[in-house]
């Protein structure tokens, strides 16, 4: 008779592809930043003078998706029918914490991220699934997700992007900024107000549109730290779409796209302490290594309690993030869950990876060194996908009701 009780232990497929996504990362990803070189480590080199990522890059990035896409890990936890691999939530969290851990930056295109093939892309009816979803899991076509505005972040049913019926079609006129991906989609999934509030009420009458990228215009790119060349604000100046182009239901893309939002911050989170870990070993072996004062200065309380605190937070995300994405496996709600885990292990990001410059001291600073990046990518994680104080109301609100 089994002991009840919570079992940590990976399931033999778990196991299977992690570790061949490791191989993966060392024998297919991690020659293609290498032979960019200078062009993608430094960072003047990377990007053109309005800061969009040169061709080469852009090429390169292409290049890592669709090599994932064919080994079957671009996609994976999308089901089986669509091209995906319909792997649990467990295996995802733990592919997507893989990557993070494994150093290689280019390796962050390895696993669909806001470019990719997102659960609300699955409402693709029709021509929908052969022109945008199919080509978006095979990584033969990217997107974006167009929700945030110029003056709309958190509060984004207030947007100010409408969509009206004309005939057989849609015009949207507005604005999309902070657009990831938005300088180089294929396809954008757009937000917009089909039904005033004051009739469909705060969160009813908003529609997604599928929108092309010759039928928008990319305005200015938005370089925010962490991000810089990837993200864009996106003009729509009377855009005509035709009915076949609205995905899911009229006014209902809002519930449809909370229905969702869970997932993402479940991926936020296990990249979050992915790179957590990463910097955790570079913070252990420069400890060991360098000597002051005639010893390691790992040696040193002040610096061996940083590397403690980092690890114990680390492990409690970590806790945290197995255990929301079981519970998404198991159908349950996990509002909660995945706002604890978005706030928790974007912050012990952010602490590590702070902690870690500081043990390097001087040389933390270095462009040689990783954590420049690591230190802007910590800060900007805290933001995405609903800020930090975003995350506390959701939790006050499931927990206790305020």
């Known amino acids: 008779m089994s002991e009840p009780g919570v079992s940590f232990e990976h399931d033999e497929e778990t196991r299977m592809i992690v570790d061949n996504l490791e191989r993966f990362i060392e024998q297919e990803v991690k020659p293609i930043q290498e032979e960019l070189g200078e062009t993608y480590e430094n960072p003047r080199l990377r990007h053109e003078t309005d800061g969009r990522l040169v061709p080469e890059v852009v090429e390169a990035i292409q290049e890592v998706r669709r090599r994932s896409a064919e080994a079957g890990y671009y996609a994976m936890n999308l089901p089986e029918d669509v091209g995906g691999g319909g792997v649990s939530n467990v295996t995802w969290y733990e592919a997507k914490k893989a990557v993070a851990a494994s150093g290689v930056e280019m390796a962050e295109h390895v696993l669909a991220g806001p470019e990719g093939p997102k659960p609300l892309l699955l409402l693709a009816e029709g021509e929908q699934i052969e022109r945008y979803l199919e080509p978006a899991v095979r990584a033969e076509k990217s997107t974006a997700f167009a929700q945030t505005e110029p003056g709309v972040g958190s509060d984004s049913p207030n947007m100010s992007t409408t969509a009206e019926k004309d005939g057989d079609e849609w015009v949207i006129d507005g604005r999309k900024q902070w657009i990831t991906n938005g300088p180089y989609a294929d396809f954008v999934q757009v937000f917009a107000r089909t039904t005033p509030q004051e009739e469909a009420g705060r969160y009813g009458g908003i529609t997604c549109f599928i929108v092309e990228a010759d039928e928008y215009e990319v305005s200015s790119l938005n370089n925010a730290v962490g991000a810089e060349g990837m993200q864009a604000e996106l003009v729509f100046d009377g855009v005509r779409v035709p009915e076949e182009r609205v995905l899911g ?19 936020l989170g296990a990249e979050a302490i ?116 975003i995350q506390l109301n959701t939790i006050a609100s499931e927990f206790a009701g305020i």
């Not at 239901?249 to 991926?267: H, I, N, P, T, W």
């Not at 590590?352 to 040689?368: A, K, M, R, T, W």
């Open 274 to 389: 992915g790179y957590a870990e990463y910097l955790l070993e570079r913070g252990v072996e420069y400890a060991t290594d360098r000597e002051a004062f005639g010893r390691p200065i790992g040696k040193f309380q002040q610096i061996s309690s940083k590397l403690a605190e980092g690890r114990a937070k680390t492990y409690a995300a970590d806790a945290a993030g197995l255990r929301c994405a079981w519970k998404m496996d198991q159908g349950e709600s996990v509002v909660e869950d995945a706002s604890i885990l978005k706030y928790y292990g974007t912050n012990v990001f952010w602490d590590v990876v702070d902690d870690v410059v500081q043990i390097h001291g001087g040389n933390g600073l270095s462009e040689d060194n990783p954590f420049m990046r690591h230190l802007h990518m910590a800060r900007i994680l805290r933001i995405v996908e609903g800020t930090d104080e």
């Open 249 to 267: 239901e009229v006014d209902g893309a809002f519930y449809q796209a909370m229905d969702f939002l869970s997932l993402g911050r479940l991926e």
